[in-house]
């Protein structure tokens, strides 16, 4: 049984019920439900991971929606206790929603938001950070510093990889994939080898343009190529980043074969999702593989890692903060908030999930709308063009 949930509330005296299983960054999130007429209820528990019991507590006999986390099991059995409590609405403060079964929750009448649109760069940003400190060895060199083991400048003291001229390849063109290869191209004037089932071509045009401006210059234009297989990509590219979707066909993509086809020097980047990676495969690689690195923000059994990840010299291990910036953060706890409101109040459905732009202003109120809600077709919601 669980145990008593440690509570904050929020205008006691509201209309309509929503929880939020955890504190979420800023304050403006709290201020729409108020306005809207919501007690907000958050729980303060000192506990990471909510269990499914925890949550139901949370619900209780009466909640309109709740906003919760990627980490936890939404599935029937807490679809089944927030529609018995009159729930309309629950959103995942995440762009991803692997953890939630959509189909329950559909059975169910509840809407399933989510937070897209918001995290493309902030992504590709540490997606780039993670490039850099595998390539350059950042994380051995601070720790070698804080241990006082610097005694003087050496010739061979922490050598990486220039990134300089060498070629990035992309596994999945999507945003976050094609903003981290613009970013590498123009930043570090990287060759581009990309891999996806549909053309990018807008990043395609991006590369091009660079490439002319840089020969325009007197330097040697940057090149994309659009490679017809990701073992194509794995054995051409010097840092490899994934940015694939994660479902059946993609679920260990990289694993002991594929592993073998990239250089021996290569960098691999994965902030996508964790069981992209065989982590065993890729633990076993490192080992063998001493000037192969990593750098990964996601992990197949997360929060653990495989045995013997934690200890490798040659791997750079962050805990999922690839949407760790404030303005990302507070961004997706006002985009999940108003996709609950939004179902609670009979709003339509914004039709373009990725335009969250007028959700985010905050000198204007927000559409009255749903700005992402990844069932709505399966409920019959109306959608608004905004």
Same mark, same amino acid.
């Given at each position: 049984? !669980?145990?008593?949930?440690?509570?904050?509330?929020?205008?006691?005296?509201?209309?309509?019920?929503?929880?939020?299983?955890?504190?979420?960054?800023?304050?403006?999130?709290?201020?729409?439900?108020?306005?809207?007429?919501?007690?907000?209820?958050?729980?303060?528990?000192?506990?990471?991971?909510?269990?499914?019991?925890?949550?139901?507590?949370?619900?209780?006999?009466?909640?309109?929606?709740?906003?919760?986390?990627?980490?936890?099991?939404?599935?029937?059995?807490?679809? +089944?206790?927030?529609? =018995?409590?009159?729930?309309?609405?629950?959103?995942?403060?995440?762009?991803?929603?692997?953890?939630?079964?959509?189909?329950?929750?559909?059975?169910?009448?509840?809407?399933?938001?989510?937070?897209?649109?918001? $995290?493309?760069?902030?992504? %590709?940003?540490? !997606?780039? %950070?993670?490039?850099?400190? #595998?390539?350059?060895?950042?994380?051995?060199?601070?720790?070698?510093?804080?241990?006082?083991?610097?005694?003087?400048?050496?010739?061979?003291?922490?050598?990486?990889?220039?990134?300089?001229?060498?070629?990035?390849?992309?596994?999945?063109?999507?945003?976050?994939?094609?903003?981290?290869?613009?970013?590498?191209?123009?930043?570090?004037?990287?060759?581009?080898?990309?891999?996806?089932?549909?053309?990018?071509?807008?990043?395609?045009?991006?590369?091009? %343009?660079?490439?002319?401006?840089? =020969? %325009?210059?007197?330097?040697?234009?940057?090149?994309?190529?659009?490679? +017809?297989?990701?073992?194509?990509?794995?054995?051409? !590219?010097?840092?490899?980043?994934?940015?694939?979707?994660?479902?059946?066909?993609?679920?260990?993509?990289?694993?002991?074969?594929?592993? +073998?086809?990239?250089?021996?020097?290569?960098? $691999?980047?994965?902030?996508?999702?964790?069981?992209?990676?065989?982590?065993?495969?890729?633990?076993?690689?490192?080992?063998?593989?001493?000037?192969?690195?990593?750098?990964?923000?996601?992990?197949?059994?997360?929060?653990?890692?495989?045995?013997?990840? #934690?200890?490798?010299?040659?791997?750079?291990?962050?805990?999922?903060?690839?949407?760790?910036?404030?303005?990302?953060?507070?961004?997706?706890?006002?985009? !999940?908030?108003?996709?609950? $409101?939004?179902?609670?109040?009979?709003?339509?459905?914004? +039709?373009?999930?990725?335009?969250?732009?007028?959700?985010?202003?905050?000198?204007?109120?927000?559409?009255?709308?749903?700005?992402?809600?990844?069932? #709505? =077709?399966?409920?019959?919601?109306?959608?608004?063009?905004?």
């Amino acid at each position: 049984m !669980a145990t008593p949930m440690s509570i904050e509330v929020w205008n006691p005296n509201g209309k309509y019920r929503v929880i939020s299983t955890k504190p979420m960054p800023g304050t403006r999130w709290i201020n729409l439900l108020v306005e809207g007429g919501c007690r907000v209820e958050i729980c303060t528990q000192k506990k990471t991971i909510l269990s499914v019991e925890d949550i139901i507590a949370l619900i209780g006999e009466k909640c309109d929606g709740v906003i919760g986390q990627l980490t936890e099991d939404w599935g029937e059995t807490l679809f +089944s206790a927030l529609s =018995k409590a009159g729930g309309k609405a629950f959103s995942n403060m995440a762009v991803g929603y692997n953890n939630v079964d959509v189909n329950a929750a559909t059975k169910h009448g509840v809407a399933v938001g989510n937070t897209p649109g918001v $995290l493309t760069e902030t992504t %590709a940003e540490l !997606a780039a %950070a993670l490039s850099l400190a #595998a390539a350059r060895r950042i994380v051995e060199a601070d720790e070698f510093m804080r241990a006082g083991l610097y005694d003087g400048w050496l010739p061979h003291l922490f050598v990486g990889n220039l990134l300089k001229g060498q070629t990035v390849g992309v596994i999945g063109a999507g945003r976050i994939g094609s903003a981290y290869a613009r970013m590498m191209v123009e930043g570090f004037k990287m060759n581009l080898i990309y891999f996806d089932l549909y053309q990018a071509t807008r990043l395609e045009k991006f590369v091009t %343009a660079y490439g002319e401006f840089l =020969k %325009a210059n007197g330097e040697p234009p940057v090149t994309w190529k659009r490679a +017809s297989s990701m073992g194509e990509v794995l054995q051409q !590219a010097d840092l490899i980043s994934l940015h694939p979707i994660l479902d059946k066909t993609t679920y260990h993509l990289v694993n002991k074969e594929s592993l +073998s086809l990239m250089k021996k020097d290569a960098i $691999l980047i994965n902030c996508s999702r964790g069981p992209v990676i065989d982590e065993v495969a890729l633990v076993e690689h490192l080992k063998a593989n001493p000037m192969f690195r990593v750098g990964l923000d996601v992990f197949e059994d997360e929060p653990q890692m495989k045995p013997g990840l #934690a200890e490798l010299k040659n791997a750079v291990l962050v805990p999922h903060i690839a949407s760790a910036s404030k303005w990302t953060r507070e961004g997706m706890a006002t985009l !999940a908030a108003l996709n609950v $409101l939004g179902k609670i109040k009979g709003y339509p459905v914004c +039709s373009d999930p990725n335009r969250v732009e007028p959700f985010l202003n905050e000198n204007v109120p927000p559409p009255s709308a749903s700005p992402s809600i990844v069932n #709505a =077709k399966a409920l019959g919601l109306p959608l608004s063009k905004l």
